[in-house]
C-alpha cells in the first residue's frame, strides 16, 4: 500500500523514502511548518517522497509536542489553550507546507493521536472504580464518586466543523480524582462501558494510556472520531496516517477508520502505519492479521537489533540483523527505522542505536528492497534537549543513493559476521542501468569479492560517500574487490554513472 499511495499521491518515479519530519526536543515554537516548506525542494532533490508530520492538532498546551490532543478539529486556527497556533505553527501554514511538498513530489501523513485527551475544561462528578495498575481487570476498590476532568466544551472552536462536546460518558477511565487529589487508574461507570477487548494484553489489559482515556465504542464518539478522518485529510489534502499508540485502541475501531478513510475521501490508496510499539513478531503478525485491511507498522524488533548490533560491536553477528523481524516475514506491511522521537536520549522507550552504528543501520533499510524506511529528523539535522546528538554523518546521500542507484536484483554476499556485502543490479529495462554494490563491517576494515556483471567489465567504480578512496576496476568476468572502512559502509557506484555529479565528489 505505501508503494501505491506513494505512486499515485507522489507521482515520483523513484524509490520511497519517508522522513519523520520532527524530533521530541526541536524548537517549534510556532515556526516548525515553516521550517518545513523551507527545506522541502532540499529533502525533494535528496530523495523524500514522504513526510510523517507531528501531531497538527491542538494539544493542551501551545507548546507541546502535541501528544496530548485536546481538539482534533483546532489545527492552529481558534484561540484555544493559549492562542491560535499550535506548537508548529497556524492552519495556513500547515496548508501551505503540505501544498509545497506535494508539489515537490512528497506526500504527507498525518499523526493521528486517538487514544485519549487532555486538557479538560471543566471538571465532572461520576461514579468509577479503581483498578490494579499491573491488572487492569482487578478492581481494587469499591464503586464511588470521584472528580474528573472529562468536560470538553471546545468553547474557542464554537462547534465549527463538528458540534460534538465530550463528557466522562465518552471515556473509559481517567488517572486522577480531583476531589482529594488521588492519583490512580480509574475505570469509568456506565451501563455496558468497560475496557477495549481489541488491545494489547500487557496488564492483563492495556486500554488505559494516560489522561481521559477515549471510549471509541461509544457511538457518537465512533462517529466524531470517523468523520475526522475524512475532515482532515480532505482539508489538508494528506495522503495517509500514522496512528499513535495503536496497541491501546480496540484494533476493530482502527480498521474500521483505516476503510471509512479509504472508501469515502478522495485517497482511495491512503496509506495507513501504526505505532505497535513491542518487541514481538508474534504480536505484530496477530495485529496485522486482524484488521481485515492492508496496514503497515514500524519495525520495533528490527530497531531492537540495531540497538543490540550498536551496543555489541564486533561481538554481534551482522548475518543476524533481520532475524525476528517483521521486514523480514511480511515487508510490505513493515516501516523500517533506526531511530525515532520515543527511542531518542531522553525519552520514556529511550534506546538509542549507537552513533557508530547509524550508518550501518541506515545502509541496510535504505538500500536494499525490502521494507519501506523511515528517516528520523533527528539523525538527519541532529537533536536538541540536554543530550543534543549530532546528524548522522552524510545521512542524505544515503538517500540520495537510494533514490539513484538501489534498484533491480539483490545479490548477497553474506559470508561473515562482520563484514557483509549486496550488489543492487540496476534496472536497464526501466532505464536504471546503474546499480551499486555495498559492504558494511561492525568490524575491521573489510572486503567482499562480489560479482555486479560483465556488461560492468573494465569500469571504474568509486564510494559515492568517499569514505574509501580510490577506484575498483571491474574485472573481464564481472567481479571485483570492494572495500569498506572498520564500522563502516561504502557505497559503490560506477564513477560516471547517471546521477553521480549529485553527490559532489
Not at 493521536?113 to 495498575?133: I, S
Not at 487492569?136 to 464511588?144: D, F, I, N
Not at 564486533?314 to 525476528?324: K, P, Q, V
Request: glycine share 10%; with cysteine.
Amino acid at each position: 500500500m505505501s508503494s501505491h499511495a506513494n505512486a499515485e499521491y507522489s507521482k515520483k518515479d523513484h524509490n520511497y523514502t519517508m522522513l519523520q519530519a520532527f524530533e521530541w526536543y526541536i524548537d517549534g515554537g510556532g515556526v516548525h511548518w515553516k521550517r518545513i516548506a523551507d527545506l522541502v525542494p532540499e529533502l525533494a532533490s535528496m530523495g523524500m517522497t514522504a513526510m510523517w508530520l507531528p501531531p497538527p492538532t491542538k494539544a493542551a498546551g501551545q507548546d507541546s509536542v502535541g501528544y496530548d490532543i485536546f481538539d482534533l478539529y483546532d489545527l492552529g486556527e481558534f484561540d484555544q489553550k493559549g492562542g491560535k497556533r499550535t506548537n508548529w505553527g497556524t492552519k495556513a501554514e500547515l496548508i501551505a507546507a503540505i501544498t509545497k511538498a506535494r508539489e515537490h513530489g512528497i506526500v504527507s501523513y498525518v499523526d493521528a493521536v486517538l487514544n485519549h485527551r487532555f486538557g479538560a475544561e471543566r471538571k465532572e462528578t461520576f461514579a468509577a472504580v479503581e483498578v490494579d495498575n499491573d491488572d487492569r481487570t482487578k478492581e481494587v476498590s469499591e464503586l464511588y464518586d470521584i472528580e474528573g476532568w472529562t468536560g470538553f466544551d471546545f468553547a474557542g472552536r464554537g462547534g465549527k466543523y463538528s458540534d460534538m462536546k465530550y463528557t466522562f460518558n465518552h471515556f473509559t477511565g481517567v488517572d486522577y480524582n480531583d476531589q482529594n487529589q488521588k492519583t490512580a487508574i480509574y475505570k469509568i461507570h456506565g451501563d455496558g462501558k468497560d475496557w477495549a477487548l481489541g488491545v494489547d494484553k500487557e496488564n492483563t489489559n492495556y486500554d488505559y494510556l494516560m489522561g481521559a482515556d477515549v471510549d471509541h465504542e461509544h457511538s457518537d464518539v465512533r462517529a466524531d472520531y470517523l468523520n475526522w478522518g475524512k475532515w482532515v485529510t480532505e482539508e489538508l489534502g494528506t495522503a495517509g496516517f500514522r496512528f499513535d499508540a495503536v496497541k491501546h485502541i480496540d484494533r476493530s475501531f482502527i480498521a474500521d477508520f483505516v476503510k471509512s478513510v479509504r472508501a469515502e475521501t478522495s485517497k482511495p490508496k491512503m496509506f495507513a502505519v501504526g505505532e505497535f510499539w513491542k518487541d514481538s513478531l508474534e504480536d505484530l503478525e496477530a495485529y496485522l492479521d486482524s484488521l481485515g485491511t492492508q496496514f503497515s507498522v514500524f519495525d520495533a524488533p528490527l530497531h531492537y537489533n540495531f540497538k543490540e548490533a550498536g551496543d555489541r560491536g564486533s561481538e554481534y553477528d551482522l548475518r543476524a540483523i533481520w532475524d525476528g523481524t517483521v521486514v523480514q516475514k511480511r515487508p510490505i506491511d513493515a516501516v523500517t527505522l533506526v531511530e525515532n522521537h520515543d527511542t531518542q536520549i531522553g525519552q520514556s522507550l529511550e534506546s538509542a542505536v549507537n552513533t557508530a552504528f547509524k550508518p550501518l543501520a541506515y545502509a541496510l533499510i535504505l538500500l536494499r528492497p525490502d521494507g519501506y524506511p523511515c528517516v528520523f529528523w533527528g539523525d538527519l539535522y541532529g537533536t536538541g534537549g540536554d543530550n543534543p546528538q549530532q546528524a548522522v554523518k552524510q545521512l542524505g546521500d544515503l538517500v540520495r543513493a537510494r533514490k539513484l542507484f538501489a534498484y533491480g536484483e539483490v545479490r548477497d554476499y553474506w559470508d561473515h559476521m562482520n563484514c557483509v556485502g549486496w550488489v543492487r543490479m540496476g534496472e536497464p529495462d526501466k532505464g536504471r542501468p546503474d546499480g551499486c554494490a555495498v559492504v558494511i563491517s561492525n568490524g575491521d576494515e573489510g572486503n567482499k569479492r562480489m560479482e555486479v556483471g560483465k556488461e560492468h567489465a573494465n569500469e571504474q567504480w568509486t564510494d559515492v560517500l568517499g569514505w574509501n578512496e580510490g577506484e575498483v576496476v571491474i574485472g573481464e568476468d564481472g567481479w571485483a574487490e570492494f572495500r569498506c572502512s572498520a564500522m563502516s559502509v561504502s557505497v559503490w557506484v560506477k564513477s560516471d554513472a547517471k546521477g553521480r555529479e549529485e553527490f559532489g565528489r
